[in-house]
């Protein structure tokens, strides 16, 4: 009996901007982990993004799994960008009174 000796690579490939994405998709590392943080199985993360095959959100899984210090280290470093993102924004354009000039602009236009 001969044992087959598999090298898989793991379905994940980082952007020019610094982005893990999987499976030549558009959908993120943070976005599966999260799912599966949050209780998703593997077949319900298939699911809801079609796009990646549920052999693919195993690996990921997987991955995410064994290399947890390295993916969390990822993933906080993604939180802390995009909390900086949020407060270069906010100081461009002040999110103070948007829901009143929304609700404004939508009378005026039923007007």
């Excluded at 298939?46 to 899984?61: E, G, K």
């Excluded at 993933?75 to 829901?99: C, D, H, I, T």
Aim: aromatic residues 6%.
């Amino acid at each position: 009996m001969s044992i087959l000796s598999i090298t898989e690579t793991i379905p994940i490939e980082t952007d020019a901007d610094g982005v893990m994405r999987v499976s030549k998709t558009r959908v993120t590392l943070d976005t599966v982990v999260a799912a599966f943080n949050d209780g998703a199985t593997a077949e319900e993360i298939a699911q809801q993004f079609p796009t990646l095959p549920l052999a693919d959100v195993y690996s990921v899984i997987g991955y995410h799994l064994r290399r947890y210090a390295e993916v969390e280290a990822y993933l906080s470093r993604r939180r802390e960008q995009a909390e900086q993102v949020r407060k270069e924004n906010e100081s461009r354009f002040s999110p103070s009174g948007v829901r009143e000039r929304l609700t404004a602009r939508q009378v005026s236009r039923k007007a």
